[in-house]
């Protein structure tokens, strides 16, 4: 059996699925704060990573899990989590967790992610760490605006990101989860190509059959905006990576190509997919 924590995002979602479909026992966790649909066999948990006791249900028989950790995993007892894993009988752990632990070191947005790798890899369970670049899903927060208005705002507009698929990083979840050939390897994970915020606007506009005007915000802007739903260390990190990424921030992984034998989804094949988000 498997266990997906964060099975109601954007990455969880898909892996449950496609674990589904290859026959496998699925046990799907989430705190229960949006509707589950789940496919046919899946069993649903309600539990808490903040608390680890929570899980002890989901995790018993289990022989692999997804850990992910919402924000930066900061208020999380990570030994006790791997040690109820281990007693489910757990045997690899594969952790979603950011490029910009591997890229940034030091930032101190990402530093409780270091630390969770650190244990990880530490456990002594198998374990493989996904480390993917910015989401193609992060686009969702453009969905209101183009509804109402056909427009997006946004800062850094020609600054290029490879941003990654989030199907992409379920797919290659799902082969590290099942096949220990991966224990002990570390991915980073991107699309096949820069893409600016002005061109993912064109990809919308492109998937919806109408134009989208785009309005590039400030940094004060964009930071005052993101205050509203991160905290301040992660919203100073990621606008750093928005507006002055690091050479390796801009370049294209081997990774997802490496472990599914197929080229990374472009960011227009991602929009073409959940256009009625934004419709």
Known sequence: MFVVTGATGNVGRTLSSILARSGAAVAAVSRGRRPVALPDGVRHHRADLERPESLRPALAGAEALFLLVEGAGANLDMPEILRIAAAGGVKRVVLQSSQAVGTRPGAASHAPLHAIEDLVSRSGLGWTILRPGGFASNAFAWAESVRAGRTVAAPFGDVGLPVVDPDDIAEVAAVALRDGAHDGRTYELTGPAL???????????????????????????????MLRFMPPPVVEGTLAILGAPTEREQQISPDVAEVLGRSPRPFAAWAARNIDAFR
Do not use: C, K, M
């Open 195 to 225: 893409s600016t915020p002005r061109q993912r606007v064109a990809d919308l506009a492109a998937a919806l059959g109408e134009p989208i005007g785009f309005v590039e915000q400030t940094p004060d802007q964009a930071h005052e905006q």
